[in-house]
């Protein structure tokens, strides 16, 4: 699988707000009184990097760009005073910021599930580990310890590298995701702490740092590795899994092994134990 055919589903996410309310609690902005000047110039900045890497649903994206766009020009035109009091009372931001209020208060409910669901865990282990481990969507992993965006961001500061900006973009790197993903995880299981910037020292294709990226967020998504963000948006440390992670990944490719040995074994056909009709009866 190659970078060009590797997607990364944002669904999860809930897509542009919940870009939008990251970027709130990043700037620590008043969600009532949404400044949309800078949360516009952020959200571009974010946009950027999304369709350097493809995303799905970047459309969607787009369309919350525009939107902000929109509502930004309506607000910095000049406008006359029976205008501009008309204008108090219908807020171009009213509808985005009641979407914002609505969302958070679903996400804010999930994530209340999801806590609610860590302690029953803890309280009964045995009912989480009696729980059919097969059929699994991976694509419902999520990444706790650091937010997708956070990611991103820090993918955003490497791009940005007069280095990087400066490429061809005829020269192109066509390396398979999962060699990226081999070399990464045995760096990181070697070192333990790797620091996200150091795994696009000295690269320059953009093609090959988009691999790489997208190689760190399927180690975290699917192969049970960690990442921790000790100083807020500073540097990102990426670890191996934990010991019973690693055990239950092992489990997980083993039986999803197991499952394609039978789905692609032919049926057997038993047959039966009555002899043949031409075959001669002995004589006692």
Known sequence: MTTAQYKVDLSIYSGPLDLLLYLIRRNELDILDLPVASITASFNEFLDVLELIDLDLVGDFILMASTLAEIKSRMVLPRAEEEEIAEVIDDPRSDLIQQLLEYKKFKDAANAL????????????????????????????LIKEVELWDLVSALARVVKRKEVDEQSSITYDDTPISTYVERIGAR?????????????EGEKLRSRIIGIFLAILELLRHHHFRAEQPVAHGEIWVMPPLEEDAEVAADQQEIEGEAEITESAPGAQVLPDTPADDEPELEA
């Open 114 to 141: 999801e806590e609610q669901a860590a302690e029953w865990q803890e309280h009964y282990p045995r009912l989480s580990d009696e729980r059919p481990k097969s059929g699994k969507d991976p694509s419902e992993d």
């Open 188 to 200: 990181v299981r070697v070192e333990e702490r790797v620091t996200f910037s150091s795994f696009f």
